[in-house]
């Protein structure tokens, strides 16, 4: 798959799966803008690993749930490179995944709700917002929102988290309604237990064990895994594709 | 930052020379220092952890012991402790292990060392403990008390991280100076363990010396053996057949070399309900630390007659080993492992007929046997014989030629083929039977290599039945 011309902007691209998929259109060609909110370094340690994989690369740190850091950092990346081609909304608010910590749903207020919302759909309409004036004018464009496998099957009831995210799943189809006429595609990745990265680091050996017992190819993901599907739904192979959800789970949910 | 490894009570580490040694697995190795230690430097050490455990440690209660072990375990196993915040990022980076692979091994192998692990451990070579404090009586009549060596030399191997931790337990719960010589491989977690003990309990880290010195060096190794009243030694066995030449007449050494453990997987285990969790369990114990310690199996003994066949079970253990690699990577190889990895696959291909399975990066390989070729070690790394037999019960008689060298069996099978199988093993040579999973994960007090840990190293000195009648005519109060 070639993306060589092509302009990709990930959010929340410092590590973890942002990185991975950095890395992965990089790998292919393409100019990544890795946006960042607060770990300078680990973006730097992206924008070198794009470099030697063969792309171009550009840390970028913006707050994406601000509207004005969004349109901000969608001005310099066409600055930078001219163009957008493909948004990849990646980032969402500070979350930590540990099934021992996390807040039952009468100890979750709503202020908890509302951080993640605005960490996922607001970053996303705030992103779309400022990324689509350009790919309006080029008719053309491919947005692609990462959720989690969550949203189909809840084996830990992550409830800010997942709302949010769920959510996002509406926003996105909703989009790809509205956009697809004007030739801009709308999709959602949603991978599972992605271990390691920052914040899965607290979950268990006994929880990963469980969900591996349950899914028909043994393992859990890595950062990597959750790169390929977001790669084929930004190409052209993926071009009659629109509103759809791809698990990335290791068959854990079908459907 | 420099680490420096070793514990060296009564020298003075600033009037030492360091040597660097390097590591250059990844991009930056970490930079660790070990002491350039003459005979004389040895002596000194071996009087010193000697004279420490005399006027210390064998008049401390054993109970005593096992709280100041099961402290500096409760250290290490705190994830915020700076001890253990040194091993999980020093230790992957000295052996090449996988980060995540090296923190799990590390609390689940330290979890067996806890106080009810060590009185468990206490208990099974002596029914009655206290016999390490004082006199007891014993069964046939008389009084006995048990003594280790004033001085006891362990010589450690470095292929799997924290090795050195259960000689030098055994050597402090039967109240010995301990001088033991670490391994260039892995140099560290000996060092560390000292020195969590100096910290809480500094009375026992006098007692317990770590040194390091160039392997095939043999001046500072003759002042050591010289020295120990009872040598420990584990390694290959050409290493371990030159030290036991190099052994100053009369002193005791104890060998433990280099075993090939296997498994054997019933047909019942073999049908659909259970196939897949069988593998995986294999797999678990082919993968763990890269299949570099002595219990990781060689060779997967499948039984035909189940509702999947042998070579259906292979490719299951083949997915489930790239499953693990995703996981926990396997560690980067050498040249000369590459090629020795490459040559087995070729022997096992052509001369042996197997059906090899592998990735393309060399991170596992399967050699299906569907003709029974029989017995032998696999080339480590991940790589592993599946070896179809028409009986489990014909096994013991294909590795009975292998006796010296057996250790672990991982069994997956009902009961009733359980305990006869492990009777037909145990003929054979093998010391350990496992369930399939738990073979690299043994448990605290087991027999090592079919032998006691602790009541190896003591001497028992018994007061005849006869003696305190006797003594009574002495006493004051005789009338």
Redesign the interface.
Known sequence: MDFAGKTVLITGAGRGIGAAIAKGFATEGASVAVNYLQDATSASATVDACTVAGGTALAMQADVTDAGDAARLVAATQDAFGKIDVLVHNAFAPYVFSPEKRALFWETDWAAFQAQIDGSVKAAHGMARAVLPDMLARAEGCIINIATNLVERPVVPYHDYTTAKSALVGFSRNLAVELGPLGIRVNLVCPGLV??TAASRAVK?DL?DAL??QTP????A?PADVAGPVLFLASPWAGFMTGQTLYVDGGFVMR | MLERACHLPGLDPDALDWHRLSFARGDTGPDIAVPVLGPGDIDRLAAHVRDNAAARLRAMPVARIVEAIDAVIVRLLDRQDPYRRKMEQMLPAVTGYDPEMVRLGLTRYLMTFRKPELLRFLAEDFPNPAILDGFQPLPKGGYGKAFGPPLLAHIWAGNVPGLPLWSMVCGLLVKSGTIGKVSSAEPLFAGWFAQVLAEVAPDLAECLAVVWWQGGESAPEQAMLGAADLTLAYGSNTSLAAIAGRMPPGKRLLRFGHKVSFAMIAAVALDPAKVADTARRAARDIARYDQQGCFAPHVVFVERGGRLCPRSFARYLARALDAFGHRFPARALTMAETASFAAWCQQEEFTHDAEVMGDAHGGWTVSFHNAGQGFGPSCLNRSVKVVAVDDLANVPGLVAPFRALLQTVGIAASPDELFRLAGLLGDAGVTRIAALGDMTTPEAGWHHDGRCNLSDLVQITEIDARAPPAADKLAFYDD
């Open positions: 271990y390691p050996e990963k591996i017992a190819l043994r393992r859990i890595t």
